[in-house]
């Protein structure tokens, strides 16, 4: 199982980022994926989750609105788009999974056992 994130840099706030995330060693059709973020001096949280029943999404509160998770599953990749960002939202972004859980909400409430390296979000003027 890989994970490879990518997609952060540097961004202005009430800027745009999209993430990806392309995953290898299994498919998108099958376990839930999703992304986490770790702010300096914070714990790692959720950001968004993409379950396999209907491709049903769960989002945090905070990241309802302006956070998009999507998936194209003939890249097996996963997306994480950001609208309206702001430096509350400078983060390395991961992308992680679990091979053995389907739902969005349950892998958003749990640490996965399987993680990609992360990427660098910086929002800054």
């Known amino acids: 199982v890989q994970l490879q994130a990518s997609g952060g840099g540097l961004v202005q706030p009430g800027g745009s980022l999209r993430l990806s995330c392309a995953a290898s060693?299994?498919?998108?059709?099958?376990?839930?994926i999703g992304w986490f973020r770790e702010a300096p001096g914070k714990e790692r949280e959720a950001v968004s989750c993409l379950g396999t029943n209907n491709d049903i999404t769960y989002y945090p509160d905070f990241a309802k609105g302006r956070f998009t998770i999507s998936s194209d599953k003939t890249k097996n990749t996963v997306y994480l788009q950001i609208d309206n960002l702001t430096p509350e939202d400078t983060a390395v972004y991961y992308c992680?999974?679990?091979?053995?859980?389907?739902?969005?909400?349950?892998?958003?409430?749990?640490?996965?056992?399987?993680w990609g390296q992360g990427t660098l979000v910086t929002v800054s003027s």
């Open positions: 992680a999974t679990d091979l053995d859980q389907s739902s969005s909400y349950y892998l958003c409430h749990s640490r996965p056992p399987n």
């Open positions: 060693g299994f498919t998108l059709d099958r376990p839930a």
